[in-house]
């Protein structure tokens, strides 16, 4: 089991109903980790079910849903950037 | 270069100020702006929220690949976040070069990457209540070109 | 619409001061500058002679077509002439539109027609003596994109 | 005869000497007038007698050589611009 940071933002961080939050996981990807997340609790399925809907960034940097997770120690899910 | 994140509102004009001034290997100077636009006549302010951190490494690196690939003289990035009043500011970029062509191309893809690589989300909020921006096709198409 | 042309120098920050600024209509705001470069190392100044009454006509002309193509909500030029110092900026464009795609584009048109199209003439002057700048081939060319 | 004023900018005017001119002239063109000047005066032949490095405006509007100058009170000669 990997200790993990999860943060979001913006719709997502409405849905999911919490900014921030530390979890155990042996999810090795992102996708891993969203069907993980999604099987816990509902709210996890209405926010970060649909990717093409989502970015993630792992540790600050933008990554795939199939990047692995090894030594990562933050992962964000978020909606497609509106900056500029 | 210079990148700012910052939930100060700032002037364009007094930001420009001296940059690439009094250099002899300077031939041109970009700037660009972003304002707070109201298309619906209902705004009352535009919302950015960010991640903090991210969001000065990305800037930090789309600025070090602009003056990479352009040879810029002098690069400088600046985004809000918080509450936009409508007609503010919300983010500038300037590029310095020593063609008029790289300046503009510079600034360009600096927007460009900006708009949609560095985590910012706008929402508006009207008397209606408040709705997240959608992200553009267009804007993540404009990448292609680079 | 502003078109200044002056001997004076100018301040590129303080010109762009207030411009495109306190609207709900405008998104993006671009500048251009044009600055004296020295590439060799020998300038000690440019001259910049003009046709006063074509230049004005044709500043205003150029910039009225760009205001009609980009439904530009503001636009200002502004073009110096006599003798400039090295870093000095020689000229600037701004324009002021709904999108930032129409306010790039707008300003490059501008800076294209008018490398080519408004009636200056720029001389270096060095200690070893003066030489008339020659047009770019490709400053013409630029012109064929719009 | 018309009476034309001319007007020269940049090494133009170096080469020919002088800054403005009046003439009378019956060239119908800015060629025909190129060379009516170039066979009072050789400066004129040495500014003026390649049109590819030349531009011309009649009445401050930039015109072909070929252009008739019916009308026209201000012909001005100069090379190519090197604003901005």
């Given at each position: 089991?990997?200790?993990?940071?999860?943060?979001?933002?913006a719709w997502v961080r409405e849905r999911i109903g919490r900014a921030r939050e530390s979890i155990e996981t042996q999810a090795a990807t992102p996708l891993q980790l969203i069907e993980e997340l999604s099987a816990r609790d509902e709210r996890y399925g209405a926010a970060l079910s649909d990717v093409s809907a989502l970015r993630v960034a792992i540790d600050q940097e933008l990554a795939d849903f199939d990047t692995k997770l090894t030594g990562a120690r933050e992962v964000a899910f978020f909606p497609p950037m509106t900056g500029g | 270069m210079r990148i700012c994140v910052q939930s100060e509102p700032f002037n364009i004009a007094k930001e420009l100020q001296g940059f690439g001034a009094g250099r002899g290997d300077i031939g041109a100077?970009?700037?660009f702006s972003?304002?707070?636009r109201d298309d619906s006549g209902h705004l009352q302010m535009l919302e950015v929220e960010h991640y903090p951190g991210?969001?000065?490494k990305s800037l930090s690196s789309c600025a070090q690949e602009a003056v990479t690939r352009w040879e810029l003289a002098d690069v400088l990035v600046i985004h809000r976040f918080g509450r936009l009043q409508v007609g503010a500011?919300?983010?500038m970029v300037a590029t310095a070069a020593r063609h008029r062509n790289a300046a503009f191309e510079a600034a360009e893809f600096l927007m460009d990457y900006l708009k949609s690589r560095a985590?910012?989300?706008k929402r508006e909020i009207t008397a209606q209540g408040t709705q997240w921006v959608a992200a553009k096709d267009s804007d993540e198409a404009a990448?292609?070109?680079?």
């Open positions: 089991m990997a200790k993990l940071e999860l943060v979001y933002f | 100077v970009v700037s972003g304002l707070v991210m969001t000065e500011p919300i983010m985590p910012f989300w990448l292609a070109r680079w």
